[in-house]
């Protein structure tokens, strides 16, 4: 039996290490050609320096939003609350407020947006992502009932840290934010009861349930977790572009998702890997920066997007028919 | 007693759906707006509001079928806006095919979009919202080809379409959302494919081993959702006068709501176009009494989200058989 056990999970293993190899491998080729044929732009500080600061945020909610979906849930309010933080960041820093005073109400109203969230898909037992679509509207509407629809200059010493400031002078503030939660997110994942029990959740709630988990708790501790890192996000965001504006994060969640399918994460849950998110941000970012050095019009970019979450569902329903049909 | 429950079944069943309450829930905000405002009650003001809902009641009727079947459609929006962009490019003046023509290319548009999202749910078997959600973004950047033609709509046939008033009161568009909310209620209740429908709806698995053709079935129901999409494409810009690439954006929000304030259950298997038609009336008159009362628009986006969280909150609690602990 334990035998049997263990043989189980060296399989797993190695499944999991060729997986995660494999995306990076693909990344690896990827960046290489269009470092040829974007030359000399794609391949230079000008470009790779904004690129990561702009992955940066993608990353951080895509390592958060893994949790979630793992669990078997999916958020999809997050873009609406990075509009919201913009906003609410912008007017508040009109208001004359200090800027971590600012910080820490915008974390704030991240936690309360995840909270609302949680209690609609726990509490109430709504399809999260029937919930977080209509909650994405809200967001989004609020934000621009904030700021009125126009876009408001966000400029204070501690915002513009967040997003583009320099620790020992050479290292950008966000990339080590992405890296830190990426960390942590590995942590509680691989390393911790927490991550064990988010994997079992999403593998099977009942007996995740029988066996003595609080499923609920779980899954609303994710969501809160998921509207801190999307204000986070919002607020990098705000301060890259020293603006906040409505807009902000529109569209963002149909990136973020298929980066986090493509990384390997199952969408019914109980499945997913911190660095396949990882290497999925990385793709997706890269393929959409270098079609934009290429001048490809927003809107094309869009079609692209809207194929790849569809191709990749596709490639990952199909592989796992063709394991299905197997066993 | 067996003798009249089984006399006044149909009534108790019809006690049973959401359509009273919605009923209810309608005379009640009647009253409310008209109080609240003098221009509420005029005939002008009802006129528009039946007028306004053409192209949200259209789309509802294609969803409603989708979601019976348990499937899920939000690419509507987008695929409307395909649709009217195209006839209107190829109504445009130097251009200029004959109209039946335009009409029957914007059916082919809406019907393959349609096809080709229930090929990929049902032989793929990806999620319905996933797959919808990444057509709804590539439809809508196909829609950017003809952005900067900006054509009008000049063709006199086109332009009647949607802005008709039977007898100068009564909107023609309405008379399209009854005729065709009625034809769709006769397929669904006396066809073999309504009823297979309404079966794969309740549970999927069991229809299969029923024996019913699921993945047709549901592929079928796409197709009718995006032919409806595409005579809403013509109404829109046969009610706007020309053809943008953004027509039609954020009408799935819309139309969602409708749909499942009017009692269709989310999920499938449940749903009339009754309860669907009043849901119609109720959102179109908050969105009016929302403008008559001077209702800021960016708040008035924030009640409409607002109110399709309340609405699907409302159902999943109505539809909670047995409550399991997590």
Not at chain 1, 157 to 180: A, E, H, M, S, Y
């Amino acid at each position: 039996m334990t035998a049997m056990k263990a043989v189980e999970a060296t399989q797993k293993k190695k499944s999991k290490l060729n997986n995660t190899v494999i995306l990076f491998i693909i990344l690896i080729v990827m960046f290489s050609v269009f470092s040829y044929i974007g030359r000399p732009f794609f391949f230079s500080k000008l470009n790779l320096i904004p690129m990561l600061n702009n992955l940066s945020f993608i990353g951080i909610i895509a390592a958060v939003l893994t949790m979630v979906m793992v669990s078997g849930e999916i958020d999809f309010s997050v873009g609406g609350n990075i509009g919201l933080t913009a906003c609410l960041t912008a007017l508040l820093l009109e208001r004359g407020l200090p800027g971590w005073q600012v910080v820490i109400i915008a974390l704030c109203a991240g936690l309360a947006m995840g909270a609302f969230n949680g209690i609609l898909v726990t509490v109430i037992g709504v399809n999260s992502i029937m919930a977080t679509i209509g909650t994405m509207f809200i967001w989004r509407g609020i934000g621009y009932t904030l700021s009125n629809g126009e876009s408001m200059l966000a400029m204070n010493p501690v915002i513009d840290f967040i997003g583009r400031g320099f620790i020992f002078k050479v290292i950008p503030f966000p990339i080590v934010l992405l890296v830190f939660f990426f960390t942590i997110t590995y942590v509680i994942m691989n390393q911790s009861k927490w991550g064990r029990r988010i994997y079992a959740i999403g593998a099977n709630p009942l007996a995740s349930y029988l066996s003595g988990i609080n499923v609920k708790r779980v899954k609303f501790i994710n969501f809160l977790f998921c509207g801190f890192t999307a204000s986070l996000g919002g607020l990098i965001l705000t301060s890259l572009s020293a603006v906040g504006m409505p807009q902000h994060g529109q569209g963002l969640e149909l990136v973020i998702v298929s980066s986090i399918i493509l990384g390997g994460t199952a969408l019914g849950g109980g499945r997913g890997q911190i660095l396949g998110t990882l290497a999925g941000v990385l793709i997706l970012s890269i393929l959409y920066n270098f079609l934009t050095i290429m001048n490809i019009y927003y809107f094309y970019i869009q079609i692209v997007q809207g194929s790849v979450l569809i191709l990749v569902v596709s490639t990952y329903e199909i592989r796992q028919a063709m394991v299905r049909r197997r066993t | 007693m067996e003798k009249t429950s089984k006399k006044y079944s149909g009534i108790i069943n019809f006690l049973r759906t959401p359509t009273p309450t919605l009923i209810g829930i309608y005379i009640v905000m009647l009253v409310l707006f008209s109080l609240a405002s003098k221009n509420f009650l005029v005939i002008q003001n009802i006129k528009g509001i039946f007028n306004n809902f053409a192209v949200f009641g259209i789309l509802a009727a294609g969803v409603t079928v989708v979601m019976i079947g348990g499937g899920f459609d939000l690419s509507i929006g987008s695929t409307s806006g395909l649709a009217g962009i195209v006839s209107a490019v190829l109504l445009m003046k130097n251009i200029e095919v004959p109209t039946p023509i335009v009409f029957l290319i914007a059916i082919a548009i809406g019907c393959s979009v349609g096809f080709i999202n229930g090929l990929i749910i049902t032989k793929v078997g990806i999620n319905p919202i996933i797959t919808t959600l990444g057509t709804l973004a590539i439809i809508r950047g196909v829609c950017y080809f003809w952005a900067n033609l900006n054509p009008r709509i000049l063709n006199v046939f086109v332009q009647n379409l949607g802005r008709i008033y039977i007898g100068n009161v009564f909107p023609i568009t309405t008379v399209y959302i009854i005729v065709a909310f009625v034809i769709l209620t006769l397929i669904l209740k006396f066809t073999r494919f309504g009823r297979d429908l309404f079966t794969i709806g309740g549970n999927e698995n069991l229809a299969r081993l029923a024996g019913i053709p699921v993945d047709r079935i549901k592929i079928l129901s796409y197709v009718i959702s995006g032919f409806f999409c595409s005579i809403a494409g013509l109404l829109l810009i046969s009610q706007l006068g020309s053809g943008r690439p953004e027509y039609g954006t954020g009408a799935e929000l819309e139309v969602l709501t409708i749909v499942v304030l009017g009692g269709v259950v989310v999920g499938g298997g449940k749903g009339n176009y009754l309860g669907v038609f009043i849901a119609l009336i109720i959102i179109q008159t908050i969105t009016n009494g929302m403008v008559l009362l001077n209702v800021p628009i960016y708040i008035r986006m924030v009640i409409k989200g607002a109110l399709l969280v309340l609405v699907i909150s409302i159902d999943a609690i109505r539809s909670r058989r047995n409550l399991l602990p997590y």
